[in-house]
Every structure is written in C-alpha cells, then in structure tokens.
C-alpha cells in the first residue's frame, strides 16, 4: 500500500504535505550488555555498516559492563561508544544512545539481530511525510538450531520476533516491534524517551517498553501516524534456551505483567487495543488452524493449539499479577511494601487428646501474630479430625480448646471409643481404651522407595523418620535420581553401615517416575511404599498403611499428607488450593462409587450419576503417601513417564478402572513442608493441572470404555474447575492469587498437547528401533 493512501494525497493544501525531498540522517543505536553475545555484536555493527542507505552515525551503549566497554571502543572504529548513563537496562540505555544521536531519524536493532542490506533503504523513505513519526519493520527468526514443533507462528513475539496477526502490508500500528524501529529523534526528545520502569534488564523476559512509547508518541501527535513496512527485514537470533516450554511460560508471564504497567500508565483502552483484537481474531484462528492440521496428518497441530490456549492463559496470569501489584497512595514506598499482604501465618500442632491438651498461643518466635491455628486431633493415635481454629488475641486456652473440640468433634470421639469399647469420658481427661489393632500375622514385607535428587534438605530427616517407623519388617531404597552430581549414595552407605535395612540404587534418567519405576523394579518387599524425601513420617505410618490391605480386592492405600508449617503465604495457599490431606475418614473407592469404612456393613455410599466420579483421581490421595501391592502395580506397568506430572494419580485412576479396590487410611501421615516461595507454589499448581488434564487426555485415548463416559461429563468437569463455588475451589479465601488459578487453568488445557507429544516421540522412538 503505498504510503500517500495511508497519510493523504501529497496537496500542498491538506494537512498532510510533502516535508521535503532530501533524505534524513540517520541514527542506528545498538545496546549490547554481555560479552556472551559477541559474535552476534559483531554480526550487528557490519550489517549496519553493510546498509544500501548507510547510516550517518553508528552508536554502541553499553549496559554497565566495563570489560565490554573496553572490548567494544578497541574493536570498533568510527563508532560512537558510550555506556549507559542511566540504571541498568534496556530502556534507560536506549535513552544514553539518543542523548548522543546527530540524525534526523534514530533507528534500533538489537545486539543479537542482523539487518538485511535494504533495510534503512525501507525505513527511511516514509519519514519524507510529516505524519510518519515512527517506522518500523519485520523481525524474522534466525533459530540457533531448529522451531519447535510446537511453537504457534502466533507467538513468535515471545522470541522477540513479528507474529502472525500482524499487517502483512505497509499499514500504521499501535506500536512497532524493539528490535527493528526506528523514531524522529525530535519526538524522543519532546516526550523524554523510554521510560526506565519497563524493558528487559539483562536476561529477564520482559518488554513492553517500545508499547508504551508509542502510546505516548501518539497522544503528544494525535495525527501522527506510527507505521509497520514489513518490507524492512532484520533476522533475530533465537537461542535454544528460547525455545523451551519453560521460557515460553516466563516470556508469557512478563509480557502479562508488563501490559500490566503500561495499562496503568496509559490506559487500558489505548494499553490493550491491539492485544484484544489479537485475542479475538488471531489466536482462534491459531486454534482452529492447529486442529486442522491434526486432521491432516500433522500431530503437532494439537501441541500448537495447546500452546495458544496456555499461552493466553499465562500471560492473563501475569496481567492479573501485575494488577494485584498497583502501587498504593504511598507512592515512594519500595515495591514489597505496595503490594497487597498475604494472609497472616497459621500455627500448626498436633493434640493426643490421652495426654491432655495444651493452651495455643498467638505469638510467634519471631514476635509475628499467629491469625489461627490448623489441629490435628487424635485420640491414642488414630486422627480425628483436622481443625481450623481462629485464635483471639492471646490465644485459646486449654480449656477453650476443649470446648472447640468437644463441638466440633464430639461424636467423632464418642464413635473411637465406642469401637474400642470403652465409654465416652472428658476431653483430655486421660481417658482409656484398647490399643490400635495388632500387626497381621506373619507382617507382610515391605519395600519403602524414596526417590531423590538429594537437593532438599530435610533429606536426611526424612530418613531418620523412616528409620524409627513402628513396624517389623521393611527395607528402605533410596533412588538417587542424580547419581552424577549427588551425595545420595555416600548418605545412604554410611547409614546402611549400622542399619541394614538402607540401601541405594541409581536411576540417571531424570524424573520421579523414572525413579519411582527403578525402585519398583528393585523392591523386594510384597508390598511397596512411596514416601518423597522431603516428608517426615508419622511413627505409625507403615502399619497404617498395611491395615489397609484388608481384602484381596486392595490393590492400593493412600494416607494423609499434613502440613509442618504455614508460615508463609504460599505454604497458605496451597492449603486453600487443595492441600495434600483429604480428611480423616476412612474411604474405599472402586470403579462404582466410594464408602466410608465405617459405614461399610450398612451401605454403600456410591457417587451420583451426575457427579465426575471416578475422574477426580486427585481425591484418591497423593504421591508423597501411598502404597501397593507390588506384583499388582507390576503388572499395571508401573508409572507412565509419557505424562509431564500426575503419574501417580494416574496410576491410582488405573487400578480403581480396572477393577481393583483403593483405600485411603488418615491414620497413615506424613508431614510435607510446603515452599515458601510463591515462584514454586506457581510451577506447582501449573504442575497439578498439567497433570490432571494429561491423565485425563490418556484416558480418553486408550480407554475406549471410559471415552465416552468422560466426554459426557466434560461440561461439568469444567464447571468443577471453573466456577468458585464448585468443591474444588471453595477453600480459596480473599486474597488467593487470581494468577495462580489462571496458571492452573492454562496447565490443564495444556496438559493434553505434552501427553500428545510425548506418546509421538515414544512410537517414534518404537518405530525406529
């Protein structure tokens, strides 16, 4: 399209006229901030100086990095070389380069771009109309190795590199793309420049800086016209590190936060007007492209939908993020201080209501206030009940406990002492009663297989828990899950030395499921045990788990996973998301329905019709606490490495669809400390819906029997996951962060493009053998 259509017709007598014929001068600005991308600052500066238009002045603003400064004003003659005046980062460099420019036009490549040899010649020329204020071109991937499968064309920006969506002609736009644009530098100088609070800073993922600019380039000039030509080409280079899911998920994420900040300078109307039209149009049209290419032949389609989907999901994530971070009326205050406060810790303790019960205080070591309590009550050490108490000022006495107690779990009290025949006596009062059930007759064997990367530290308490478990007959196999690079192994032998129940084994493949596989093949015990290396084991928790093997038909046994800790807000909201505990009733599950062990002689308490029984596996316990029969498990295959997480739901969910019976026995506890870094509780509820939907996508594609019945109840799974007064989502209280739910949303629509991926490259690898 030519560029008269776009701004007028050239009459001297309109608004637009034409400024002149002589061409402008021109700037080109490159900054460059790590000695690690030299070759690529090398390849930068010649192609500039490669140009068909040569640039008048060559600028090289080096990003508080001396050694490169020195390196950078010995290499290049006749380059302007100047560090960065302003704090570190990409923006405030790019504002030292302009300070510096004597052209009329200043134009930006990036330090790891290379600009095609008609490139100024393309940019240049627009700038003859008046209106034209800024121009920019076409960034075209140059991949280090090769594009993933599985990365739409829709986002290649996360690459830094034009995407589909964008003009395919000379047309204006919001904004132009940083690594191929190009302003009047008068304009810079009006409107001060980039702002400082956004750009990438080193290596972190972030942008948005050139958005924001264009912005306010536009409201300074509401008749200014911001141009695309598509025509003036640079090759970005992509490096592998780019190219991975993990990437992919923080590019995403920033991108959502920093839109975040331009909306909050800006507006949303004039932040988010391009991206909601990109939202609308551009990614469904990705969406339906990626399945027909499925039903051509092509199984990425799925991973390239996937993406899309996930892709928008996190960077909302990210904007919600960002949003939550508004700064408040104390503007001067630091960053942490502004944001919204998590909720205030909780004190977590266990009470044996035999030995009496204790006051609870609200004061913490550290001179914090505990908001509320989380009790774990037991009774000769059979759990009761789990309770969430608030705690008044100065904390609940003893007897104030008793009497929460007392409400809240009086029949639960009355009931144990009923089976174990004695009578209901006073809470706390050391009452008496028969001893928990004798040990099986001879005691099975048992293997207890912990797989380790020996990076937590609680390793090696977890051991010492394992070691002092009530119970006669078990061994305990540590799976160094990395043996290059772990003293797993030395651990472990010193243990082994005075107690030979210890013992080591190797598995260099990465992954808990590889691991938890290895031990399996090694176990020699009828039954074997699963227990993470960053748990401590209740005393009891074997001979919990084996009370469970009661009939032939329990193939496996879940426990209960409690929290050490809730000291931090992540450790808070993972118990709002779901925890790992799921009560302390004794439940069986099998392919009809579940009971309560209690209730088993009377009835059978089986799932409605309507409800998404037995496809909620995650209800049927945890990986950090679980068990099997060994020689069942063996012949179910083990766990499924094809899946990115959620293995052991997924093996849960295949016993109880093959017939087989599971129990979960509260009795049977570990204690889990929960991170307290919000970045892990993010990978974490990414992980469980990544998990969940990948199982859910295996199901489908090789359960024929089960197909049809999951697709039947999809709407309502959706509805379970969606909607906040659905029994998954009513523990979140006010607070709980918006970005972890869409996270969690944007794993689970992902989660069957990595199942599809991964079973591809398996029969791939079968069919080449």
């Not at 240049?124 to 140059?142: D, Q, W």
């Not at 750009?199 to 958005?211: A, D, K, Q, S, Y």
């Not at 209740?538 to 038909?553: K, P, Q, Y």
Request: charged share 25%; glycine share 10%; proline share 7%.
């Amino acid at each position: 399209m030519p560029i008269s259509e776009l701004v007028g017709d050239g009459d001297p007598e309109s608004p637009v006229h034409v400024a002149g014929s002589a061409a402008p001068t021109v700037t080109v600005i490159i900054c460059v901030y790590t000695e690690g991308r030299w070759p690529q600052i090398v390849r930068a500066v010649e192609s500039v100086r490669a140009q068909e238009t040569p640039a008048t002045q060559i600028v090289l603003v080096v990003d508080h990095n001396l050694a490169l400064l020195e390196r950078v004003r010995h290499t290049f003659r006749g380059v302007t070389v100047v560090p960065n005046g302003g704090p570190r980062g990409l923006s405030a460099a790019r504002n030292t380069g302009v300070a510096e420019a004597r052209g009329e036009i200043v134009a930006f490549l990036d330090d790891d771009a290379e600009a095609e040899s008609d490139w100024l010649a393309r940019l240049v020329p627009h700038y003859i109309e008046e209106r034209v204020l800024a121009v920019g071109g076409r960034a075209l991937p140059a991949w280090e190795e090769q594009r993933p499968r599985w990365l739409p064309p829709e986002f290649d920006w996360v690459v830094g590199c034009s995407f589909t969506g964008q003009p395919i002609d000379v047309s204006p736009v919001r904004n132009v793309i940083g690594c191929n644009m190009s302003f009047r530098r008068t304009v810079l100088d009006r409107i001060a420049g980039f702002n400082p609070a956004l750009g990438r800073i080193g290596r972190t993922p972030v942008g948005c800086e050139e958005t924001e600019l264009c912005i306010r380039i536009r409201r300074e000039h509401p008749d200014g016209i911001v141009l695309y030509e598509p025509a003036a080409r640079v090759r970005h280079r992509v490096t592998t590190d780019r190219t991975t899911w993990r990437y992919f998920r923080q590019r995403c994420f920033s991108e959502g936060r920093s839109k975040a900040v331009v909306a909050r300078l800006v507006g949303s109307d004039a932040g988010l007007s391009a991206e909601r039209a990109y939202t609308r149009q551009a990614l469904p049209d990705g969406v339906r492209r990626g399945l027909r290419q499925i039903r051509d032949g092509d199984g990425a389609g799925l991973l390239r939908a996937g993406a899309i989907v996930a892709g928008l999901l996190v960077t909302a994530s990210g904007y919600v993020s960002g949003q939550a971070m508004r700064a408040s009326d104390a503007a001067g205050k630091p960053a942490r201080q502004r944001r919204k406060p998590g909720p205030a810790p909780i004190r977590v303790l266990t009470v044996e209501l035999s030995d009496g019960l204790p006051a609870v205080p609200d004061d913490g070591l550290d001179g914090s206030r505990y908001a509320a309590a989380q009790i774990l009550v037991r009774l000769h050490g059979q759990p009761l009940g789990l309770l969430d108490v608030p705690l008044p000022p100065g904390g609940l006495t003893a007897s104030a406990l008793a009497g929460v107690i007392r409400e809240r779990l009086g029949d639960e009290i009355g009931e144990h002492l009923r089976e174990d025949g004695g009578e209901a006596g006073t809470v706390g009062g050391g009452v008496s009663c028969q001893l928990r059930r004798p040990l099986q007759e001879p005691s099975p064997f048992v293997s207890v297989i912990v797989p380790t990367c020996g990076r937590t530290p609680l390793f090696e308490a977890a051991l010492d828990s394992l070691a002092a478990l009530d119970y006669p007959r078990y061994e305990i196999v540590v799976v160094d899950n990395a043996p290059q690079r772990s003293d797993t192994a030395r651990i472990v032998a010193g243990r082994a030395v005075a107690d030979p129940r210890f013992r080591c084994t190797r598995e260099p493949r990465p992954g808990v499921t590889h691991a938890r596989n290895r031990g399996l093949a090694e176990a020699r015990g009828e039954i074997v045990a699963f227990a993470d290396d960053d748990v401590m084991v209740d005393r009891w928790w074997l001979r919990a788990l084996v009370d469970g093997f009661t009939d032939a038909d329990v193939a496996g046994v879940t426990g209960q996973v409690l929290a050490r800790e809730l000291e931090a807000p992540a450790q808070i909201w993972i118990e709002q998301y779901g925890g790992y505990g799921k009560g302390c009733r004794r439940r069986r599950f099998d392919r009809t329905g579940f009971e309560t062990l209690e209730a088993q002689r009377m009835h059978r308490v089986s799932a409605s019709p309507r409800s998404l029984y037995p496809y909620l596996p995650g209800s049927y316990g945890s990986g950090a606490n679980m068990a099997f029969r060994a020689a069942q498990l063996r012949r179910l295959g083990g766990f499924d490495p094809r899946l990115p997480s959620g293995e052991d739901i997924d093996v849960l969910l295949r016993l109880v669809l093959a017939g087989h019976a599971l129990v979960y026995e509260p009795g049977a506890i570990v204690w889990h400390t929960h991170r307290r870094e919000v970045r892990a509780l993010r990978r974490t509820v990414y992980q469980y819906g990544t998990g969940l939907s990948a199982v859910l996508a295996k199901c489908v594609a090789t359960d024929a029997s089960a197909r049809v019945d999951l697709l039947r109840r999809l709407p309502r799974g959706m509805a379970y996951a969606l909607l906040p007064q659905s029994g998954k989502n009513a523990r979140k209280r006010d607070g709980y962060p918006a970005s972890f739910t869409a996270l969690e949303l944007c794993g689970l629509a992902l989660g069957p493009a990595y199942y599809a991926a991964a079973a591809w490259s398996a029969r791939s690898r079968r069919s080449h053998r």
